[in-house]
């Protein structure tokens, strides 16, 4: 029954941006250029987005929305070196759990036509239909959580916030995937709101376009190195840091990005909390008392070779276990130290 296999799930959906994020990672996964996505009122009514990525190939389309079906991994053996966002197979059987209505249409380029599925609850198809888009795929939800009326209601509720939250999402992925064109529309109520990023040739300048081009004139661009006898267990580090020599004011309380392996880390539990108290510490003990500094934008992004961690912590995929917690710490503090 359909309720159960959604309690039963190892990744809970709970809201709307909780969709949004899983598509939006499959969408960069397929290594499109264009992703959009669309809400009409405010979600609500429904969610699509749409990518012009490598498709889905037959074979796989049977099974894309069953649960631990996966494309990205071909054995366990491999998620170390995983690359991809997605790797749980989960995403697609939770979101059609939860959902009244699911349609995926894809085209590779080995399809002459395109074709559009509709999904049950369970993840089997039910119907499908010829039809003619460019390559890609484009994933349209409707009905959400009809089925479950505590998160419809919390997600009514909470739709005022979601432009916000959309906004923010874009820009999360966007400054990791600069080559990538992001747009979004929100339609709610009388409003329609539009979020474009356009691609860029690199993070720095997707920071300054999402951001404000004050923000990044007011960072610096540092990067550690691999060892010299790169080991398969090494990892280098890339940030873009407030600026002793700038007027680092202005970048208080843009928030901060942190990444590892381009993902978004928004689970700032154990490992994560000891890495943003310390580079807190070390830009606000250089900066905070001349500037007013309380909060400051920064970006790191932590680079690893296979090995380095466990990403398989959360069904949300925002946490990581690293195997030599202490070097990460060390290569951070060598290279906040070389700016501060
Ligand atoms: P995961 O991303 O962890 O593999 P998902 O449930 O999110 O799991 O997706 C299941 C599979 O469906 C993916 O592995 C991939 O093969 C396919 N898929 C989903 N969305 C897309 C997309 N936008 N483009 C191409 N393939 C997709
Ligand atoms: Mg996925």
Redesign the pocket.
């Known amino acids: 029954d359909a309720s159960v296999r959604a309690i039963s799930s190892g990744q809970v959906i709970t809201s709307l941006i909780d969709i949004v994020k ?1 598509l939006v ?3 960069v ?2 290594a499109s250029t264009f992703i959009t996505i669309s809400l009409e009122y405010n979600g609500m009514d429904g969610i699509t987005v749409k ?1 012009n ?4 190939p037959v074979d ?1 389309r049977r099974s ?1 929305a069953k649960r631990y ?4 991994l071909e054995s366990f053996e491999d998620l170390p070196s995983v690359r991809t966002y ?8 939770s979101i059609a759990a939860i959902a009244g209505e699911m349609s995926i249409t894809t085209k590779t380029d080995a399809d002459k036509v395109g074709t559009i599925y509709y999904f049950s609850r369970e993840g089997e198809i039910i119907s499908q239909k010829n039809v003619s888009p460019a390559r890609g ?1 484009t ?1 349209t939800i409707k009905k959400i959580f009809t089925l479950f009326p505590v998160r419809r209601e919390n997600a009514r509720k909470q739709a005022t916030k979601l432009p916000a939250q959309i906004k923010h999402l874009i820009t999360t992925y966007a400054i990791v995937n600069p080559s990538i064109r992001f747009s979004s529309q929100v339609k709610g109520g009388s409003k329609l709101r539009d979020t474009v990023v356009a691609p860029t040739k690199q993070v720095t300048d997707t920071i300054s376009q999402t951001l404000g081009k004050e923000i990044s004139n007011s960072c610096l661009w540092v990067e550690s190195k691999l060892s010299e006898d790169a080991l398969s267990n090494d990892l280098r580090i890339e940030a873009f840091l407030p600026d002793p020599s700038k007027n680092v004011h202005l970048l208080n309380g843009k928030g901060y990005f942190i990444y590892i392996d381009n993902r978004p880390t928004t689970c700032l539990r154990g490992n994560l909390k000891i890495i943003t108290k310390l580079v807190k510490q070390y830009i606000l003990n250089s900066l905070g008392e001349s500037t007013k500094l309380s909060d400051p934008f920064y970006y790191l992004n932590i680079v690893c070779l296979k090995g380095v961690y466990d990403p398989n912590l959360e069904p949300s995929k925002d946490a990581v276990l690293f195997r030599d917690f202490d070097t990460v710490v060390a290569k951070l503090e060598d290279l906040l130290a070389s700016v501060y």
Do not use: H, P, Q
């Open positions: 899983e990672e499959n969408a996964d397929a990518d990525g490598r498709g889905i796989d894309m079906y996966t494309s990205k997605g790797f749980r197979g989960e995403a697609l059987a795929t994933v």
